[in-house]
């Protein structure tokens, strides 16, 4: 385990959580560990706009990135990559990510990482044949938490009852400091004011959600 997360570190990423699967998971049937693979803070991000596919104008720079570097990566290991995003049907990393006892559900409804808190993302996964070691399950950050998260977007598009798209987007339209900083609402969670996530990062990601 320690060697795939060194390599993995190489690559900006980190091994967020992972399992062992049965067959109603739905993983190819040689798959005996499937690991989660996520940006490693700061390092993703310069590991990312440093390469070719962040510079050469073309769209979805991160998804042309990942498939590449995890695509190759899974062909030197002799493993599977997949990824959340692509063609439908997609892949169900919400659920996976739940599997690996690393992540739980948060009073908003989006998922919640041990280390990561509300900035968890999953840029790809690796269907293993060998039976290897996962990170441990962890207890949740919210079972501690005031839950902030619940009340920190600035127009409730967001909160315990649901989310709001629609009003959500039309906020964004006026470039708030969300749009610069990041989803306020995940930057309230206590775990993500500690994890290393540029702000040029967040921003990236709300340009393309608006």
């Known amino acids: ?58 769209t979805d720079p991160i998804d042309r990135w990942s498939r590449h570097t995890i695509g190759t990566w899974a062909c030197e290991l002799g493993a599977k990559a997949l990824f959340p995003f692509g063609s439908l049907p997609y892949h169900p990393f919400h659920t996976w990510a739940l599997k690996t006892g690393r992540c739980s559900a948060s009073p908003i409804g989006f998922l919640v990482h041990a280390d990561q808190g509300l900035m968890i993302s999953f840029r790809g996964a690796l269907a293993l044949k060998e039976h290897v070691e996962v990170p441990p399950p962890a207890r949740s950050p919210c079972d501690t938490c005031d839950a902030p998260c619940t009340s920190a977007c600035p127009v ?26 990041g989803c306020a609402v995940r930057r309230a969670c206590p775990v993500s004011q500690i994890f290393d996530r540029p702000p040029a990062q967040s921003a990236f990601h709300m340009r393309a959600f608006r």
């Open 1 to 58: 385990m320690s060697s795939l997360e060194a390599q993995a570190n190489g690559y900006g990423l980190t091994i967020a959580g992972g399992f062992h699967p049965q067959p109603q998971d739905g993983l190819p049937g040689t798959t005996r560990t499937l690991l989660l693979l996520a940006p490693n803070g700061s390092a993703f991000w310069g590991i990312v706009t440093a390469s070719d596919f962040y510079k050469d104008g073309r």
């Open 156 to 181: 409730a598009a967001l909160t315990r009852d649901g989310y709001d798209v629609s009003t959500c987007k039309c906020y964004l339209a006026d470039d708030p400091p969300c749009m610069i900083q």
